[in-house]
């Protein structure tokens, strides 16, 4: 039961019911794309897999169309990372918060042309959108790897700060450096189809098959889950 009301108030915010959906979705084409790929009697299965991932896709499209304010919100909050003390990791974040808050309106012109309110070319939105989520992505891989060695070396330095470190701080930095490895794998594994879904010639753009589509995102998505369970499983043991 615990673990019921656990998923219930996951569902009950945005941010969780999204997770679930995204999950679902591509869970849905990875099964649906080695079905019509790999076992012909089940063909008809694995089409009806993927028209429910697109769906589900669909979705969360329709529902980003109010992330906007939000993101808004979070980018003048942090600004130029004032308080950030790398400047790399403040610099890095300030240019990943520009390419989010850029790539809701992209996306949205992209869906307003494919349902027909507006009359301008979606391809060249989609492709725009696109490549902003991409280069969001490799920006936060590229804070993520960083953060990772700048905390291993705080770690494994003998100064004599480091070495009074408490174990308590040891034990937080390690588990930071744990969740940005995740992080960076994560945003690779999104990035792999960022790429697939630009133009063609651009890498390997257009190549993946729906199941290694489905691969990459429900890889990504198990670890946002993770990660997002994880958070508030510590949240829930700091509590008094």
């Known amino acids: 039961m615990a673990a019921l009301s656990k998923v219930a108030a996951a569902l009950e915010s945005y941010r969780g019911r999204d997770r679930l959906i995204r999950t679902l979705g591509y869970c849905c084409q990875l099964v649906g794309g080695i079905l019509v790929e790999r076992c012909p009697t089940q063909s008809e299965v ?6 429910v991932s697109a769906q589900l ?3 969360r499209t329709v529902l980003r169309l109010f992330d906007d304010l939000a993101m808004f919100v ?3 909050q942090y600004g130029l990372g004032p308080e950030e003390e790398d400047v790399f990791v403040r610099w890095v974040s300030v240019l990943g918060n520009m390419a989010d808050q850029l790539y ?3 996306e949205h012109l992209a869906w307003a042309a494919d349902a027909k309110v507006l009359r301008v070319d979606s391809a060249r939105w989609w492709t725009l959108s696109t490549t902003l989520w991409g280069l969001s992505l490799l920006l936060g891989v ?3 790897l960083w953060t990772v060695q700048r905390l291993r070396r705080r770690l494994r330095s003998p100064t004599a700060f480091t070495s009074r470190l408490p174990r308590s701080k040891r034990r937080a930095m390690e588990a930071q450096m744990r969740s940005e490895a995740l992080t960076a794998l994560s945003n690779l594994a999104d990035l792999a189809n960022a790429v697939h879904w630009l133009p063609p010639g651009v890498l390997w753009a257009g190549r ?3 199941w290694l589509v489905g691969l990459m995102g429900t890889i ?3 670890l946002s889950v993770y990660q997002a369970a994880r958070a508030g499983g510590q949240a829930d043991a700091a509590s008094p």
């Open 74 to 76: 979070y980018t003048k």
């Open 57 to 59: 896709s669909h979705c």
């Open 46 to 51: 694995g089409t009806r897999l993927l028209a």
């Open 208 to 210: 993946f098959p729906p």
């Open 142 to 144: 590229a804070r993520a």
């Open 104 to 106: 809701y309106p992209c």
């Open 220 to 222: 990504s998505s198990l």
